[in-house]
């Protein structure tokens, strides 16, 4: 029981006193909630309990994600989504975009740490949902590095990569990995390593994408097994990608781009039925309607609200799952101030934070990201990476995924 409803308590009586639910439930397959006439008559019947298993929705999971956007909401309220503090005295400085699902509960450990250092950081923590602005703007209006801030916790490769943003800073050899030693050997072994050979970014951990597939919407196909099969012309206008949220688009565009080319990019641009939050194509487990997709690209942590019995099934592409990174940015300037946050984010009591067991793979080499042999990545690499205009790439390939030229 969590500390703001019961799970069975009706639906009329929690999305009363909590509004902001009712957008939540809506995109979990409940859009008549958006009736105020059937919101209260069918939520004066129906417990939050009930309504989700009726959805073969995984109560537990969705509980939490229901007490998120309580708390989300709140903090919204509060400080524009914002966590922050501004002191002149301060000797560190850090500036970051945190994964909504984990938001509050790095956020609760974060603080916890800058009360128990005996002097002041400034830092500007935003939700992923609230967008880069704050960064993008402090890097673009940046003239030397003393302008930029000392740490910068963010996923995202067009702002760490591309030549007009961060990518100025970086030929002049600002930021050091400051990290020893190798990383978790799921991401760090003979197929891939995460790991920076000029020892100038950090990753932290890596948001993987998955399918989810509708069988009850796939009818005689074959579910796709890999990124390839979704090239097929038999998945044109049947797949969902979450085209709003740029770093897992950015990723996977960079990912398909490196392995399988512009022609990659262009079928699974053809693929596309619609683009959907991954909250949205969870909801859809039971619907044959034309609108709904027969597969659904997303974050593997949504996964998670899935039930077994339902008509969804996950799939691990064989290809690898593409992976969007979270950076971690240092400057070698002020290192010995920064030190002791560098060593908290690189810290396993961070990675059982935003590792959300196991969905969020971490690269803390104590961390169990509780992988199989078998769920690999797809990733572009260092090489790929240091070697082309990334944010180039990235304005082309959403073209050639639009199919504009």
Known sequence: MNKYFDIK????????????????????????????????????????????????????????????????????????????????????????????????????????????????????????????DAIESEIMNAKTEDDLSDIYMSAGFNLFFDNKYMGRFRDKGVFKDHRIGKLNKSLDNENISVKDPEGEYSIIGVVPAIFIVNKAVLGDRKAPTSWEDLFKKEFENSIALPTSDLDMFNAIMLGIYSKYGKEGVKALGRGLLKSMHPAQMVKSGGRKDI????????????????????????????????????????????????????????????AEVLGADGKFPQTNPEYDNKLEESQNFLWAGWDFIRSNDIGEILRNTEKWFYGEE
């Open 9 to 132: 308590d009706k639906v009329y009586d929690v999305t009363e006193k909590y509004p902001e639910l009712i957008e939540v439930l809506a995109n979990a397959g409940f859009e008549n909630l958006k009736n105020d006439m059937m919101r209260k008559s069918m939520g004066k019947l129906l417990s939050i309990e009930t309504a989700l298993k009726s959805k073969n929705i995984n109560v537990d999971v969705f509980e939490k994600q229901l007490v998120e956007a309580i708390e989300r909401k709140s903090d919204m309220t509060d400080n524009n989504g914002i966590v922050k503090n501004v002191d002149e005295n301060a000797k560190v400085s850090i500036k970051g975009i945190l994964p909504c699902p984990v938001r509050m509960q790095f956020i609760e450990s974060f603080e916890k740490f800058v009360e128990s250092q005996d002097y002041k950081i400034n830092y500007n923590l935003n939700a992923a949902s609230m967008g880069m």
């Open 291 to 350: 609108d709904t997709p027969a597969i659904s690209i997303m974050p593997y942590f949504f996964s998670k609200t899935i039930k077994e019995n339902s008509n969804l099934s996950v799939v691990w592409p064989k290809d690898g799952a593409v992976i969007s990174p979270v950076f971690l940015l240092t400057k070698k300037k002020n290192y010995e101030n920064s030190k002791p946050l560098i060593d908290f984010l690189f810290s396993k009591q961070v």
